[in-house]
């Protein structure tokens, strides 16, 4: 597939064979001018193509893609119409959205929320992510007072982690069958900054990458903005197909791999251990690097917590598995502490990064962590309870309001991953948000510009009456008497 390059604002242009080559390839292969736009759209709001650049001259593009000038200029039109890019004569076609629209990432977070037309508040289904358990940051807080002064002494630059935290971790991962030391720890400020760094240090722009399909809507965003490419490893509801993961690190032989293999977002799929097995030998055999995010291995709801996945390699196959995780799906996601796990000399590079963006975390907030991190065992259980109460809740709104859609119930995890049944999902996604229900369309979970149209993920992080509210306000919304029409519309921040 194309390279999946982000153009920033700072290029200020994309030429023409740049923009070719972000194209798919049936629209490179037989370009027709409402395909051709389409295709730039879901660039932009995908913000593979930044704001405010400057587009090829219809010649040009026209010459790169081997059509004609007509149909640039007429795909050029429709964008013009439908707000996606402005012209202004002798200084070219620059990229915009339409008023009232927000791009992926900080913008979007902060129009996150909010009120329906009649003012009723919004229901955020877009964070798959609960509010602190009651109490827990009280009693932290308490806990960590008293012993602030002491570190306050010194200038408070930890760059690789509060050492007690990193030994806590470190800890936390031996008793779970992975006999790790405090230095194999580099505490980040959550895991998506871990992911980041681990990114910018072992990968360069034009690397491939493979990922699953669908996978963690923010992880994909950064690769992209990587200027990485990346093949895929589909899963579906029955799980990953080994042979074609196999075959995909084969024949692509990627630098990095990314998988959730434990309660996987969005689908909630499980990897059985043989499995894991084969994709360590896999990526050992072609020298790539994996990169495990258990962001979510703690939500265990029907299954026991499984163990770290590279506490199944042989004694020294290990080596090229990076762990990531954080506090933000058990506890908070207001608390932004997250770990990296790997060999000390690859923690000492990725610290070395680290500094060069982020000199050192937050003391604070990791000594807060730190009682959090060893009482998790106590508090989990609770906590897990409670998501069951409300799975079972939002199973049977659904039942309820949308019998017609289908779902396979994930054994953790904190979301379904619901089938709609037709490729309506952006276009009930923005229905809905008139109506108050911000929720994560599935298209901001594929690979692919355009994939996933028929799925929804909706989390049951909410209290059932809320969650129950949600789907009724889904369900009205696409059955309010004016059909849906298949489409991608403005992409939602997801969590």
């Known amino acids: 597939m194309a390279n999946e390059r982000v153009v920033h604002t700072a290029d200020r242009a994309i030429g023409s064979r740049q923009l070719a080559g972000l194209l798919p390839a049936d629209v490179r292969a037989r370009p027709g001018y409402r395909g051709l736009a389409d295709a730039v759209r879901t660039l932009i709001l995908d913000g593979r193509i930044a704001l405010h650049v400057r587009l090829p001259a219809e010649r040009d593009l026209a010459e790169a893609l081997a059509a004609s000038r007509a149909t640039v200029s007429s795909a050029y039109d429709l964008l013009r119409e439908s707000g996606y890019v402005r012209s202004r004569r002798g200084s070219g076609t620059w990229t915009e959205l339409p008023e009232g629209h927000q791009p992926v990432g900080a913008h979007a977070l902060l129009a996150g929320g909010g009120y329906s037309a009649d003012g009723d508040p919004g229901i955020d289904l877009a964070i798959a992510a609960m509010g602190a358990p009651d109490g827990s940051l009280a009693d932290a807080l308490a806990w960590a007072a008293p012993r602030l002064p002491a570190l306050a002494r010194n200038p408070g630059y930890h760059p690789f982690g509060l050492p007690d935290l990193r030994a806590a971790v470190a800890d936390r991962f031996s008793r779970r069958g992975l006999a790790t030391r405090p230095e194999q720890i580099l505490v980040t400020s959550g895991a998506q900054q871990a992911f980041a760094l681990v990114t910018s240090l072992l990968c360069r722009a034009g690397d491939r990458v493979v990922t699953e399909n669908p996978t963690y809507a923010n992880a994909l965003d950064a690769l992209r903005r990587a200027g990485l490419r990346t093949a895929s490893i589909a899963v579906s509801d029955a799980g990953w197909d080994m042979e074609i993961a196999e075959s995909t690190l084969r024949q ?177 996604a923005e229905r809905a948000r008139a109506g108050g229900v911000h929720i994560g369309r599935g298209a901001r979970f594929g690979v692919d510009p355009g994939t996933f149209e028929h799925r929804l993920r909706i989390p049951y992080t909410l209290p059932a009456d809320r969650l129950d509210e949600a789907v009724r306000r889904l369900a009205t919304a696409l059955h309010d008497g004016v059909p849906l029409a298949p489409a991608v519309e403005r992409p939602h921040w997801v969590a």
């Open 252 to 428: 692509t032989v990627p630098r990095l791999a990314y998988v959730i293999p434990d309660f996987q977002n969005p689908t909630g799929a499980l990897m059985p251990e043989e499995e894991r097995l084969r994709l360590l030998s896999a990526t050992r055999r072609t020298g790539t690097w994996l990169v495990v995010d258990e962001t979510i291995a703690d939500i265990a709801l029907d299954v026991p917590a499984p163990r770290p996945l590279a506490s199944l390699a042989p004694r020294g196959g290990a080596d090229h598995v990076i762990t990531i995780g954080s506090l933000s799906k058990t506890h908070w996601g207001g608390l932004r502490v997250g770990w990296i796990r790997a060999s000390a000399k690859l923690i000492a590079e990725l610290t070395a990064v680290r500094v060069c963006a982020d000199m050192t975390g937050s003391v604070l907030d990791q000594l807060v962590a730190l009682p959090l991190l060893e009482g998790l065992d106590r508090s989990l259980p609770e906590r897990l309870a409670r998501l069951r109460e409300q799975r079972a809740a939002l199973v049977a709104s659904l039942r309820r309001h949308a019998p017609e859609w289908s779902w396979q119930l994930p054994p953790g995890g904190l979301s379904l991953w619901v089938d709609l049944g037709e490729p309506v999902s952006s276009a009930l």
